[in-house]
Each structure stands twice: as C-alpha cells, then as structure tokens.
C-alpha cells in the first residue's frame, strides 16, 4: 500500500497563533486528505518548538517558568487544529520525554562518529532568530528578518561539521529535482551552497547563559541548540530508530514550511540526516508570506489575522477554501476581508452555491426530488463529460504537488461550465416542452457531475463536501472513494435516490459593519433603488427622517390588497443591463405563454447565474414601465434590511403562475 507523511513546522511557543500558521496547518491538512482520497495510507504531523532563549525570556517576562509559559502557548496551538476543520495524527511537543530521549540519542551517535567538536566561535548573534550571523549575511550591519542589530558574543560551544557535507548537499539536491520545491527555492539554496565554503553549525549552548534546553549526553554544562533540536521532531515522532510509524512513513516524508525557515530545513536538516546515517526526506514544500496591506504580518503594526475571528465570523469552509486558492504555491498573497467576502461570493455562494440550489430544485420540481435515470446522450453532454475529466486531471495532479491555488482553478473549470451547461440545454424549457427522457438525462449530467465536484472539494473544505454528498443523497464514505479513477468513472449517483429540496450552504455574505465609533453620517444627498430599479424620491436624511412615520405605517382595506396581483414564477435566465450597472434583465416564468421580461435593481447582490432557476415572489399588475430603455413588466419582491438582502420566495415549489394570497 502506498504511503504519505506531512510535516507542518513545529509551531514556536514565543507568540499565539496567526494566519501564517493556520495556512501551513491547513494545507498540510489538506494534502494530507487528497493522499488519503487516492487510497494511500497517510500520517500527519504538528505540534511546538518549546526551548531556547525566546522562551526563556518571554516566560520570564510573562512571569511564568519556561515550562508553564510552554504548557500555555502549546495548548493554544493544539486547540488550533479543530478549529480550522483539521485532524493531525499526532501533535508533538519537544518537551516531550520521547523527543528529548531521541535528540540525545542522534546528538551522540554523531559525537562518537567525529562529526561534533568543541570550539571558540564569535559572532553576531540574533536572539530573535537565535542563531549567529555571518558580517556578510548581515544586511547593513543589521539581522535580515528583525532588522535589528545582532549582539556580539564569543564563547565556547559544540560545532556540528556541516561543511562535511557541502558536496554532497549540492549533488543531491541537483539529482534530485523534487527535493526542494518550487523550483525558485531550490534555486536559492543551490546558490547558496554553491557561493563559498558553508561553515560548521553551532549545536551548543552554555549552561551559564542558557538552561531551557535539551542536555548534551556527552557534556551537562551544555544544552542543545534549538534547531537541532527541533529538526529532529520529524523523525522522533515517528519512534526513530526502530518504530513500526518509522519504517513506513519516513521514506515517504514531505515537509511544509514557510520561506523564512528555508535554510534550516534546507541545509540544517539534510546534512543532520546525513551524518546520523538517515535518508534524507522525500520533499520540501515551501510556501510564501501571508501579507496584510502588502505588509508582513507583524504585532508591533498589528496588522495579524487571528484566524478564530476569521472563522467566527465566515465559517470554516470558506475561510479554507480562500487560503488555499488564494496562494499560488511559491509566492506571496495578500490577505484582506474584502478579497476573501468577493472570493466567497463569486466562487461559493454565486457559482457552486447556485449550482447547487437551481440542480436540485429543478430535480424536485421536475423529477419529484429523486435522481432522474439517463437516457441518449448528446454531443453537448459529450462535451461537458470531456471537460469534466480534464478538469479533475488537473485537480488531481496539481494538488499532488502541493499546487492548491491551480488545483481550484481547474475545478472550477467544471463548476462553471456545468452552469453554462443548465442555460444551454435549458431545462425549464424541456419540461414545458414535456420532453421528459432529454429533461432526465441533462439533470442526470449535472447532478453525477455535482457529485464528483463534491467528492473533489473533501481535502478543501471536508464539511462542506460532507454536506454536499448527503444533499446528494451519497453519505461520504471515504474508503469507497477511488479519486484516481473518478475523472472517467461515470453513473456511481444511483437513479431514484431522493435529493434535497434546496441548498444553503454557500449565502452571499457581506462585510462586517465597521464599529460605531469610525462609521460616518451621511452628507450628501442619498438615492435608493427599488427591487424593480425605479429611483425613489431624492431625500436629505434631516428631510427622510421627518418624512419617517412615528409609529407603524398606515393601514390598508383588503379591497387596496386585493388590487396586488402577486404571482410565483421561475427565473428562466438573466442578464446585466446593458446600460445600467445595477440592473439587471430578468424572464421569468409566470404560467403565461410567454416569460415576463423585469428590469430589476439587484445587481448589486445578486449575480445572473445566481438568479437563474430560482423562483421569486412578483408583483404581476404593475404597469409596464421603461427603464434605461427596456421595458420592465412587473416586480420582483425581496426582503432586506441594512445588512442583507434575501429574495422573497415560497417555503416550496410552486407551480409557475401561482398566487399569493
């Protein structure tokens, strides 16, 4: 059986969690689940990086000993996971007994091999990093990341002889092309490696000014640096040397990392492996910088996302499904609220929201809510089955290499086109037309792709595909799932199975108001637009609010009701206004021979494809009015208050035409 292992980092404890971390968490999740749908065995790994000076002095400072301040921080980000929708295997701690055990284990079976020394080293040395820095890695005078000055300390340490395997480095990662991805990194490390002599590491750190730290086994005045000893969590949990996780999951081993820790897992890791006579692991995927207003997140412009806000208040599906489409492998992103509520519109709630609640209400209104049986198929069927299966090679294969933002794309490719499928082949159309075995097949067509659309989206967003599947009336099953054969199976969604009325997973959703304190009153004079699109009356707000009734709004005679004609009708297509930007150009059924034409004002919350197929309440005696040019003949009800606006609709199918009363 094939195998598949993934790292996250381990997590260090000097800080809470941020978006960076829910973002390495979550692709690992992700990847780790795709492995999984393609029928191998997988194994996920996270936890914390618990020692070294940061630790040390943010405990002290929080007024705690180290290992109370590491039992605090850890917890927050074991509690992490859960909430992002994620489930690791383990969550490792390198306060754990067993890690520290194997960490002494390797540090002295390269001691005894003669690959760590004892030495005098000055340097610069940067605590945020706790590392020592080169005059010529410095960036005028100053440490790269922190942009902060380095303190210069020389001592006597234990070095590990990392230039021993410089050469080495350089071949492997030369004949191995998957080693370090994307290439750019690879690039990089090859430039570095290769750009003079790499020096030894320093491994040690003196008692007299570090405790918080693992124990040299071969000299108690020391402790062990903190990447030395964090490195080897990857193998430590795996019960390196002679567990059963080890012999299975380590030849398979692929890490995720964030570009900041590039040369420790690039150069660090691979010679420690080397010399303690491990195979080095399989990849190294190494993503970009989350940046919000272009800026590296950073507490001290307080520009961090906390990713429980964000979930909160989008849920997890979404918050998900926008980080991994978001980043292109490789690179840097940027992070907004506003990108990730247009991200949501355009790809959840208009496009695979939409498709999902016009499927199966076509499905209950045509075919009683059961899955129709097929019959011939058309060249436009044909079509469709051939783009579907390109576009879930493309998922399949980019999401094997880590590519999530390409893998989405291609999915959607399907998703997109199986909307433009409905407004081709029509099936209002075919209904009123009664021709019952087309009607069966296109929605047949529609909804097995839905299904393997759903089936798709488990690593992304597993809630809602769960959800999804169950709409479809197909429990999720993981082991009966064969993804690698999915783009050219065809008819596992059984005919007669019953469907779900409608779908809600995916409703538009607006930003947040901004606190009362920053909002501003309006000034200027406001113009509202009806549901029809007709201008209301120009009004100041002094004026509007002496206009505004003191108590309930006035009452009618039934007889004034009685003259409304409201009516149910099916939206059978839409399109945006050619002259207006909010409008939009509505047909829609209402059991006459001929669909109603309505210039609506909904353009604003309500795309063309997420209209098509509803049915809406309409107010059918308005006299006809032109509007920029178009005739509207009637009106088309919503109910909205200042945050959303829902469309007005029965709890039901209704057949087109009929009233309300």
Not at 36 to 55: N, Q, S
Not at 82 to 109: C, E, S
Not at 349 to 372: E, I, Q, S
Request: proline share 6%.
């Amino acid at each position: 059986m094939s195998r598949f292992f993934v790292t996250t980092p381990i997590f260090y404890v000097n800080a809470k969690p941020h978006l960076g971390h829910a973002f390495t968490t979550i692709l690992a999740d992700s990847v780790s689940r795709f492995h999984a749908l393609m029928g191998e065995e997988t194994y996920f790994l996270t936890g914390t990086d618990e020692h070294g000076d940061k630790i040390a002095k943010a405990s002290e400072a929080a007024g705690q000993s180290p290992k109370e301040y590491a039992d605090q921080i850890s917890g927050l980000f074991r509690a992490l996971a859960p909430m992002l929708g994620a489930k690791p295997n383990q969550f490792i701690r390198t306060t754990d007994a067993d890690h520290i055990k194997t960490v002494q284990k390797v540090l002295q079976k390269v001691y005894e091999a003669g690959d760590i020394y004892f030495g005098e080293y000055g340097g610069h040395y940067c605590f945020g990093c706790e590392r020592f820095y080169t005059e010529k890695e410095l960036v005028d005078g100053m440490c790269p990341d922190h942009k902060t000055k380095p303190e210069y300390i020389s001592e006597k340490n234990y070095f590990f002889r990392m230039s021993k395997y410089q050469k080495w480095l350089i071949e492997y990662i030369n004949e191995h092309p998957e080693f370090i991805r994307p290439a750019r990194y690879r690039n990089e490390v090859l430039s570095l490696l290769e750009s003079g002599a790499l020096e030894d590491l320093c491994i040690s750190r003196p008692k007299s000014r570090l405790t918080w730290g693992i124990e040299l086994p071969f000299d108690p005045d020391f402790v062990c640096y903190v990447w030395f000893d964090a490195l080897l969590n990857y193998v430590s949990a795996l019960n390196y040397p002679r567990g059963e996780r080890f012999k299975k999951f380590w030849p398979v081993a692929n890490h995720i990392v964030a570009k900041d820790i590039l040369k420790p897992h690039a150069v660090f890791w691979p010679t420690m492996l080397k010399a303690a006579g491990l195979q080095p692991y399989q990849s190294l995927n190494v993503h970009g910088y989350w940046l919000v207003r272009d800026t590296k997140m950073s507490k001290s412009i307080g520009n961090v996302v906390e990713p429980k806000r964000m979930v909160d208040t989008y849920g997890v599906s979404a918050f998900r499904y926008f980080l991994l489409r978001e980043m292109a492998f490789g690179s840097d992103a940027s992070f907004t609220e506003d990108a990730l509520v247009g991200r949501l519109n355009a790809d959840l709630a208009n496009d695979l929201g939409n498709l999902f609640n016009r499927a199966l209400a076509m499905t209950h209104k045509y075919f009683d809510g059961k899955v129709p049986s097929p019959d011939k198929e058309f060249q436009e069927d044909a079509e469709l089955k051939h783009l579907g299966l390109e576009a879930m090679q493309g998922f399949q294969a980019n999401f094997g290499e880590f590519r999530t933002s390409r893998a989405l794309e291609s999915l959607w490719d399907l998703v997109r086109a199986l909307n433009k499928y409905i407004d081709q082949t029509a099936p209002w159309t075919l209904y009123k037309n009664k021709q019952t075995a087309r009607l069966g097949t296109v929605m047949y067509v529609v909804l097995e792709h839905m299904r393997k659309v759903a089936v798709h989206l488990w690593p992304v967003m597993p809630e809602a595909s769960e959800k999804m599947l169950a709409q479809l009336g197909m429990p999720f099953e993981l082991e009966k799932v064969m993804l690698p054969k999915e783009p050219e199976v065809w008819g596992v969604l059984e005919s007669g199975v019953a469907v779900a009325p409608t779908s809600n997973l995916f409703p538009r959703v607006e930003l947040p108001e901004p606190a009362p304190a920053a909002r501003k009153e309006p000034v200027a004079e406001a113009t509202k637009t009806g549901a029809s699109g007709e201008k209301a009356e120009k009004t100041t707000p002094k004026a509007a609010a002496a206009a505004a009734p003191a108590g309930p709004a006035g009452s009618v005679e039934f007889a004034d009701f009685q003259k409304l004609d409201l009516r149910v009708g099916t939206v059978l297509s839409a399109a945006k206004h050619p002259d207006a930007d909010k409008l939009l150009v509505v047909q829609v059924a209402l059991g006459e021979p001929e669909p109603r034409q309505i210039v609506a004002g909904l353009a604003d919350r309500f795309s063309p494809e997420e209209l098509t197929g509803k049915q809406v309440v309409v107010v059918a005696n308005l006299a006809p009015r032109k509007l920029r040019g178009l005739v509207s003949q009637g009106m088309i009800l919503v109910a909205k208050d200042a945050e959303v606006t829902r469309l007005l609709t029965a709890a039901g199918m209704v057949d087109d035409g009929g009233k309300v009363a």
